[in-house]
C-alpha cells in the first residue's frame, strides 16, 4: 500500500485528524493534484483555523493555480495567525513569499 493510501485508510478511522488531513494534502499536491490538495486545506483550514502550516502551503497552491488574489489573502491570514502564535520563522516565511507575490 502506498502513503497515499496509508493515510487514507488512518483517515477513514480519525476523520478529524489534522495531522493526517495535512499529511493528505502534501500527497496530493506531490501527484500534481493541486485542485484536491487545495479542497483538502481549505477544508482543514475552515476546522482549524489556528493551524499555521496550512497557510502557507495552500496560499502557494492558490499561486500554482492562478488565484493570486486568494494566495494574497491566504498569506495575510496565515501572518495574523503567526503574529498571534508569536512564531517568528514561519511569519518570516509567509511575509517572504507574499512579498514576492505583490512585487
Known sequence: MDRKAQI??????????IFL???LAME???ENNHFKAIEVLSTLNAQEPE???V????AKLYETVGENDK????????IIIAQKSNDRKTL???KSALEELIF
Request: no cysteine; glycine share 6%; net charge negative.
Open 8 to 17: 487514507e485508510t488512518l483517515l477513514n478511522d480519525n476523520p478529524n485528524d
Open 92 to 94: 518570516g516565511e509567509l
Open 21 to 23: 488531513q495535512y499529511a
Open 71 to 78: 494566495a494574497i489573502v491566504t498569506y495575510e491570514a496565515g
Open 28 to 30: 496530493l499536491m506531490s
Open 55 to 58: 497557510y502557507y502551503q495552500l
Open 51 to 53: 493551524y499555521l502550516p
